[in-house]
């Protein structure tokens, strides 16, 4: 890192899944010679998928890391300087922004554009946290197949539950679906495929109230929401969590407008955040699509707001005065 230390670079980028490394591929495309920070997930949510079968332009399907080697690939291909590194802090007040990356490497960006993306949500419970990593997953194809002829439940009722419930009968000889309603949020695609695949069973109004063992998962209590009953299912090895995620914006709390869960919000119909040429894209300012071709879209229109950003204000005073006076 000691060879960007003190650079001031037109564009950086937090973030390396669809959104941010599309929107690389834009801004070096326009000679903007971004430099994209991988973050603790280099790829994002994609790393940790199989078969993508929905992303335009791989009419049989790719794996998810796979298409984000490819997405690397290509904006590197233009110039794009991708590597590892986390942006620990920012300074927001003044122009151009000091970035700290890694605690001890620091530069400056003209603009930066937040593609931090989301990650999966947790229950929080004692026994779930105690057993992460000893049969209590958030991702099913990173651990499904640890789990070969053995019972496994997933909580959740969403795209993302089901996806991973019908992975899961991939290697699991039973899958139980725990869901706190009496109706999927999925899909009515994916409801379908779930509700076809003879190894998935449902358990309605349910949650998960206790994972049993002590170093590995020998068990589950379920409780009923309606009756308040406790059941025991003692043949389950496996507990996936599919209950959402959350976006990765800590580090921009009380900086940067968000809603309630911590989604940034922009302005109208941009990128464009309360900050000039601070800019937001994919998972981290998308509480609705969440799919990794509406990530590329902002990806790629964060990179041409950041641009035009650059070409508007060629000066440093113009944007001083544009926003701070």
Not at 176 to 194: D, F, N, P, T, Y
Not at 205 to 225: C, D, Y
Request: aromatic share 8%; charged share 25%; proline share 4%.
């Amino acid at each position: 890192m000691k060879e960007i230390e003190g650079k001031v670079f037109d564009v950086v980028i937090i973030g390396s899944g669809p959104a941010g490394l599309t929107a690389a591929l834009y801004a070096a495309r326009a000679d903007l010679n971004p430099i994209v920070f991988e973050g603790p997930e280099p790829g994002g949510q994609l790393m940790q998928t199989t078969d993508v079968d929905n992303f335009p332009g791989y009419p049989e399907g790719v794996m998810g890391p796979k298409m984000m080697e490819d997405f690397r690939a290509q904006a590197t291909r233009f110039g794009a300087d991708c590597r590892y590194g986390y942006v620990t802090n920012i300074d927001y007040d003044k122009h151009p922004y000091k970035l700290t990356v890694d605690e001890e490497t620091t530069l400056f960006a003209k603009s930066i554009i937040i593609s931090t993306g989301a990650s999966a949500k947790w229950l929080d419970l004692p026994s779930e946290q105690r057993l992460r990593g000893k049969g209590v997953s958030a991702c099913a194809t990173c651990d499904g197949a640890f789990f070969r002829n053995e019972h496994v439940i997933i909580v959740g009722g969403g795209d993302t539950a089901m996806e991973e419930a019908l992975f899961l009968t991939k290697f699991a000889s039973k899958v139980s679906v725990i869901h706190r309603r009496e109706e999927l949020r999925a899909s009515k695609a994916m409801q379908k495929r779930a509700f076809d695949n003879k190894k998935i069973e449902f358990v309605w109004n349910s949650q998960l109230e206790e994972v049993l063992g002590e170093n590995v998962v020998k068990g589950v209590k379920i409780k009923n929401l309606k009756s308040g009953e406790i059941t025991t299912m003692e043949d389950v090895t496996g507990v996936f969590i599919a209950i959402g995620h959350k976006p990765n914006t800590d580090l921009f709390k009380g900086v940067l407008t968000m809603d309630d869960v911590g989604y940034i919000q922009t302005k109208g119909q941009s990128t464009e955040t309360d900050l000039p040429g601070i800019f937001a894209s994919g998972d981290a300012m998308d509480p609705i699509y969440r799919q990794a071709v509406t990530a590329a879209g902002t990806g790629c229109r964060a990179a041409l707001d950041a641009e035009r950003f650059l070409s508007d204000h060629e000066s440093e005073e113009a944007i001083a005065q544009s926003h701070w006076g």
